[in-house]
């Protein structure tokens, strides 16, 4: 072999694990955490990405007009800038917020969907949203709902999330509501049937409890990233299955912990107040089955996290068995129907009845 052709397949092999090594690449990547539980106001979170741009099979951001998000770089501690070429070039303080954004509601899109994969996993459950992540959508109409995901494609999951900008603000700032809107897109993927259903129709509710608990599940998993140990990772997420029935799931825009304004009709039954006792009974048997399970011996307890897995597997395995349901209680007695008779179910039944007359309210009428 020659040397000139020696020289020419390692260029070649050299040049392939650049593109590999790009392809497999993980970075850091720093969002806004969810601070009405407790978190500070930014965390970061490794990502894989299969290029060099805020773009994977799951998600995308689209770029600026201007400067290209993926050539951003946000850290606590240093300036943003872009690279053109070799050269580091700083931005103003306009684009910095803009790169800020694009970043944050990427990363907390991925840590949603990463939140589900374990249930999925365990259920033999592919779920692939293929998303378009829009955090300065300028087409909302005034007072038009603050984000929503829509479907563009044929297949469920497929479409685009829009964070309504006005003002100089943007929804994409508030942990919830990013991660309630890929709720919407991962049951969407999960489950397409209900797609068809949205007008008045419990469907509805059901789609915006979703998004809620999937908030709350993509806490669940941010305590377990950030977790100092077993025991503390245990107590924080225990408090947070405690307390997530008094508290908003979505602060307010100002970030002190109110709901968001948020359209209702009464005559629909896809509105947020119809989907609150449902999102209430879930969580109420998520926290009667930690209080029994702090009864149990050694041998028989579960972690807090393994009661967040269960509950979780259950309500992914509901949205993909059950492609229609004529109220949320017939939908919350399908739900039971799936678990063997156990201490479990017996609790959940009597969360049930507690809750009857809310869940039967939003009824399909044909």
């Given amino acids: 072999m020659s040397k000139k ?14 593109v590999i090594s790009v392809f497999a690449m993980t970075e850091d990547i720093s969002f806004f955490g969810p601070e009405n539980r407790g978190y500070g106001s930014t965390y970061t979170l490794s990502i894989k990405r299969d290029k060099k741009a ?9 770029d600026h007009p ?8 946000f850290n606590d501690e240093t300036a943003y800038t872009y690279t053109l070429g070799n050269k580091k070039i700083p931005l103003s303080s306009t684009l910095n917020d803009q790169i800020k954004l694009n970043y944050s509601t990427f990363a907390i899109a991925n840590l949603t969907l990463d939140s589900y994969r374990k ?26 709902r603050n984000a929503f995901y829509r479907r563009t494609g044929r297949r469920g999951g497929e479409g685009e999330i829009n964070f309504c900008f006005s003002q100089g603000f943007t929804p994409a700032r508030i942990f919830d509501v990013v991660s309630h809107e890929v709720g919407h897109a ?3 993927a999960l489950q397409p049937n209900y797609h068809k259903k949205m007008g008045s129709h419990p469907v509805g509710a059901f789609h915006e409890a979703f998004g809620d608990l999937s ?15 077993p025991s503390s990772k245990g107590k924080r997420i225990a408090s947070m299955i405690a307390l997530e029935e008094e508290v908003c799931l ?27 006792p449902f999102r209430s009974f879930f969580l109420r048997c998520m926290n009667a089955e930690l209080k029994r399970n702090s009864t149990l011996g050694r041998s ?21 068995n059950v492609p229609d349901f004529e109220s949320l209680y017939d939908l919350s007695q399908k739900m039971i129907g799936f678990i063997k008779p156990s201490p479990t179910s017996t609790l959940m039944r009597k969360e049930l009845k507690k809750l009857r007359s809310d869940l039967e309210r939003c009824t399909f009428c044909k």
């Fill in 5 to 18: 052709l020696k020289l020419l397949i390692f260029d070649v092999l050299f040049t392939l694990f650049q």
């Fill in 54 to 62: 805020l773009r994977n099979e799951y998600f995308q951001i689209e």
């Fill in 66 to 73: 201007s400067v290209s998000p993926s050539h951003g770089f």
């Fill in 119 to 144: 249930s999925c996993g365990a259920l033999g459950i592919e779920v692939s949203p293929c998303v378009k992540l829009i955090p300065f959508y300028e087409g909302c109409k005034q007072a038009e």
């Fill in 186 to 188: 991962i049951l969407d």
């Fill in 215 to 229: 908030s709350f599940f993509a806490s669940i998993r941010l305590a377990s990233i950030h977790a100092v140990s």
């Fill in 250 to 276: 979505a602060p307010g825009l100002s970030g002190e912990g109110t709901c968001l304004l948020r359209k209702e009709s009464p005559d629909l039954c896809e509105d947020h107040r119809n989907s609150v």
């Fill in 300 to 320: 028989e307890k579960k972690s807090a996290e393994e009661i967040v897995d269960f509950f979780q597997a259950l309500l992914v395995h509901t949205a993909r």
